[in-house]
Every structure is written in structure tokens, then in C-alpha cells.
């Protein structure tokens, strides 16, 4: 169980590290006016979207393997798989804005994307406490 959980834990990072930074990435991509700056910021962000969906897949394999492999239940599990839920939604709404932005049919400003980008971290905060302390 623990080799499940440190893959877990490894795979959650990676998707994490993918989703704190291609809206970063949206925030500099809605305020670039240079062709040569646009053209490597749809570059990067086509990579990072396609390098980071099949990490989100191992993560969210590794965690329905502790649930149903090992027995794990808990109020904090359904909380942390609703959180989990919108995190997958969210994550396809990157991937929506990635096309969007390909196409040049972003209609959003830098200052909604700055706000777009935080909540990752108000979803793992909530998480990582969910799953750690298990208040409930
Ligand atoms: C289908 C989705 C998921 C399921 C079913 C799931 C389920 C689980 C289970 C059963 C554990 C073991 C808990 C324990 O050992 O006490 C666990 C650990 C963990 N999960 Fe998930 N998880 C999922 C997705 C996620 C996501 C998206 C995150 C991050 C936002 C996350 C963060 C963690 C962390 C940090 C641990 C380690 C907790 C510890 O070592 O005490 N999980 N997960």
C-alpha cells in the first residue's frame, strides 16, 4: 500500500506542478502583443497541457487504487473526491483555453486568468488537509 500512496503522492505533485503553471502561462499569453512571443507560448502551453493529462490519469488511478484496493472510507474521502471531481473539471478547462488560446479566440484578460490560477491551490490546500487530518 505504501509504493500505491508514494506514487500517489508523486503523481499529484507532477499534476500540480502542470496546473500552477500553464494558467501562468495564460496570464503572460493574454498580455503578449509580439507574434514570435505568441507562437512560443502556444508551444509551450500545447506540451505542457499534453505532457501533464496522463499524470493526472496515474493520479487519479493510484488514489481509486488506495480506495478500493485498500479499504480507505471516510467523510474526508467523499469531500476530497467532490474537490477531486471539480479538479478534473478544471483541468479539461485548461485544455479548453489551450485550443481557445491556439486559435487566438481567447476573450479573457490577464487579470482573470491571475484569478483562474489560484484555485489549484485552494483546491490542494483543502485536500491535502482533508486527506491528512481527516476531520471529519
Ligand atoms: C480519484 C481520486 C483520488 C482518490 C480516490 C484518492 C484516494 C486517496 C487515498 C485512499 C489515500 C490514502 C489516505 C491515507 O493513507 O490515509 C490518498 C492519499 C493521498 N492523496 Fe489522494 N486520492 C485521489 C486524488 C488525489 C488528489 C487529486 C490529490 C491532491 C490534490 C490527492 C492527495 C493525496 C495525498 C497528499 C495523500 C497522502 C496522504 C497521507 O500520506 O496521509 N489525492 N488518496
Same mark, same amino acid.
Given at each position: 500500500?505504501l509504493?500505491?500512496?508514494a506514487f500517489?503522492?508523486?503523481?499529484?505533485?507532477?499534476w500540480?506542478?502542470?496546473?500552477?503553471?500553464l494558467?501562468?502561462?495564460?496570464?503572460?499569453?493574454?498580455?503578449?502583443?509580439e507574434? #514570435?512571443? =505568441?507562437?512560443? %507560448?502556444? *508551444?509551450?502551453? !500545447?506540451?505542457?497541457?499534453r505532457?501533464?493529462?496522463?499524470i $493526472?490519469? /496515474? #493520479?487519479l =488511478?493510484?488514489? %481509486?487504487? *488506495?480506495?478500493? !484496493?485498500?479499504?480507505?472510507?471516510?467523510?474526508?474521502?467523499? $469531500?476530497k /473526491? #467532490?474537490?477531486?471531481?471539480? %479538479?478534473?473539471?478544471?483541468h479539461?478547462?485548461?485544455?479548453?483555453?489551450?485550443?481557445?488560446? $491556439?486559435?487566438?479566440e481567447?476573450v479573457?484578460n490577464?487579470v482573470?486568468?491571475?484569478?483562474?490560477?489560484e484555485?489549484?491551490?485552494?483546491?490542494?490546500?483543502a485536500?491535502?488537509?482533508?486527506?491528512?487530518?481527516?476531520?471529519?
Amino acid at each position: 500500500m505504501l509504493w500505491v500512496k508514494a506514487f500517489h503522492i508523486i503523481f499529484v505533485v507532477s499534476w500540480f506542478a502542470g496546473l500552477f503553471y500553464l494558467p501562468r502561462i495564460f496570464v503572460n499569453h493574454a498580455m503578449a502583443t509580439e507574434p #514570435a512571443e =505568441i507562437a512560443r %507560448l502556444k *508551444l509551450m502551453e !500545447g506540451k505542457l497541457y499534453r505532457f501533464v493529462t496522463p499524470i $493526472a490519469g /496515474l #493520479a487519479l =488511478i493510484t488514489g %481509486l487504487w *488506495l480506495w478500493f !484496493g485498500f479499504g480507505f472510507a471516510g467523510g474526508w474521502l467523499h $469531500a476530497k /473526491l #467532490a474537490l477531486v471531481a471539480f %479538479l478534473v473539471v478544471y483541468h479539461f478547462y485548461c485544455g479548453k483555453l489551450v485550443t481557445r488560446f $491556439a486559435h487566438d479566440e481567447n476573450v479573457r484578460n490577464h487579470v482573470f486568468y491571475r484569478f483562474f490560477n489560484e484555485i489549484p491551490v485552494l483546491i490542494l490546500t483543502a485536500v491535502v488537509i482533508l486527506v491528512t487530518v481527516k476531520p471529519f
